[in-house]
């Protein structure tokens, strides 16, 4: 589907767990470069991409909306109903924990054009096991974090049980 290998391989997980992807021909102006939510989908094209870890955060905000509401996003994602001061931070653990996934660096989401300039201090505050947004996950049904999940016999944040909420 894409010729740069990181792309592609970041394109095929979020396509296992059911976020769809269109190569498409975009406009210059997107609000994150060579991609687009459009109906539920993320649009990309790939000539205009220039980092490729920007894919998991617009896939974070799809799979973080219930399935019934997901097909109705476009643009600049806001899900009715949910803080979305609290889906942003929710996203930005979701994609840290599919990073994980993948054994893809950290710094491949954590990119220096992205973040708002924190993206060192969120390398380093995933890395010593601060989680923010992983309580939220739990919150949704995807993951169990911290005690909780020793308790559940299952394995903690960045694991995942579900990767899109229902």
Do not use: C
Request: aromatic content about 10%.
């Amino acid at each position: 589907m894409f010729q740069n290998p990181l792309t592609e391989k970041i394109a095929r997980f979020l396509m296992e767990i059911g976020i769809e992807i269109v190569p498409a021909n975009l406009p210059d102006e997107t609000f994150l470069p060579g991609i687009l939510v459009e109906n539920g989908k993320l649009l990309v094209d790939e000539a205009k991409l220039k980092y490729p870890g920007d894919l998991f955060h617009e896939a974070g905000h799809l799979a973080l909306a219930s399935s019934d509401v997901r097909p109705t996003l476009s643009g600049e994602v806001k899900i009715p109903g949910e803080n979305m001061n609290e889906i942003e931070i929710a996203v930005t653990a979701w994609s840290f924990a599919a990073v994980t996934f993948l054994g893809i660096e950290p710094r491949i989401l954590f990119h220096e054009g992205g973040y708002h300039g924190k993206s060192e201090s969120l390398i380093l505050t995933y890395s010593m096991g601060v989680y923010p947004g992983a309580f939220s996950l739990q919150k949704f049904g995807m993951t169990i974090a911290g005690k909780s999940a020793e308790e559940a016999g299952v394995a903690p944040y960045p694991n995942m049980l579900n990767w899109v909420r229902d």
